[in-house]
């Protein structure tokens, strides 16, 4: 039987087949910055309400998964926000409904990941780009209506403030249920916002986790009620938009400081999940996963909890 290669989350998860689920040519990378005339394969799509305010828009439905192809552009979308001399504060958000952003395209060869050179940091793509917008002199804030699971839930944990909508939003750690590491920063993160309990519970059990109680644990800053989410974020971001970008950008230093895991924190996290995604385990289980519709069937994509639990004690038992 061919060897299958599986990685997960911002935590880079990929499946070693050679060729998307459908047989079809993955899509190529958009290149440049096109956000005044976005195209079909632009997935993320800025927005200039001010010169001191953008949102940048996540636009890759159905299910909003993250994969090579994203990141490139990601990372155009980061340089901009490091360069712009006007910029203060960045809002990220997503057009497709259900879905903030998910797991890393399981489906993708895994040479398309493996072969990126690293960042400007010196650390593999996608942890670079986390750890440029935590330390980027600009407020990063997520508006997550919708699941944020996998690279969703890192890209959250590495901004700087998170709002949720109480009724839509869920957010995990689903790796573990799967058979392996996230790499993308969750496990130096978490346990500074919730403490080392409530991290370990988050990654341990891999369960959903609502709005409500990701409020309640301090994963999120809010948990706000859907009806009021876009006044609240849009409100909050033009007010620091109008505050002095120096002061902005020196506060946040400071508490950068005193909270932001170490690159080697977060080089020892991809090295365990580089390992651990090669393991028999986590091949099994995401093959499991795959087979059942995750990628393709939305009840898979929107239970993801269920699901891992299942193909778990379904490969226990083999």
């Known amino acids: 039987m061919r060897k299958i290669v599986v990685a997960v989350g911002f935590a880079l998860c990929t499946l070693l087949l050679g060729h998307a689920a459908d047989g079809q040519p993955l899509r190529a990378a958009a290149t440049g910055d096109r956000a005044e005339t976005p195209t079909a394969d632009q997935q993320f799509k800025i927005t200039r309400v001010t010169p001191e305010y953008w949102r940048v828009t996540i636009d890759h439905p159905p299910f909003n998964i993250f994969g090579p192809d994203s990141i490139p552009q990601l990372s155009t979308v980061i340089a901009q926000i490091e ?34 050179a690293p960042g400007p940091t010196g650390l593999p793509p996608l942890p670079d780009m986390l750890v440029r917008l935590s330390r980027a002199p600009v407020v990063s804030i997520v508006q997550i209506r919708g699941r944020a699971s996998g690279v969703g839930s890192e890209l959250a944990l590495a901004s700087d403030m998170r709002f949720a909508s109480r009724e839509k939003a869920v957010l995990s750690q689903f790796e573990v249920g799967a ?59 033009r007010r620091i938009s109008t505050f002095d970008k120096q002061s902005i950008a020196e506060i946040k230093t400071l508490v950068n400081n005193v909270s932001l895991p170490t690159d080697g924190e977060l080089a020892a996290e991809w090295r365990g999940f580089l390992a651990s995604v090669q393991r028999p385990a986590a091949q099994q289980r995401i093959k499991m996963l ?18 891992t639990g299942e193909v778990s004690n379904q490969a226990g038992k083999q």
């Open 290 to 307: 795959l087979d059942i519709g995750l990628q393709r069937d939305p009840a898979v994509e929107t239970n993801l909890a269920k699901y």
């Open 83 to 116: 360069r712009d001399p006007q910029l203060k504060v960045v809002v990220f958000d997503s057009a497709v409904p259900g879905f903030f952003l998910t797991h890393y395209d399981f489906t993708a060869p895994l040479d398309l990941t493996i072969r990126m």
């Open 179 to 237: 058979g392996f590491v996230p790499g993308g920063g969750p496990m130096a993160r978490l346990p500074r916002l919730v403490g080392r309990g409530r991290a370990l519970e988050i990654l341990l059990s891999g369960n959903d986790i609502p709005a409500d109680l990701a409020e309640r644990y301090g994963y999120v800053n809010r948990a706000v009620p859907e009806a009021e989410l876009d006044h609240f974020v849009d409100a909050l971001a």
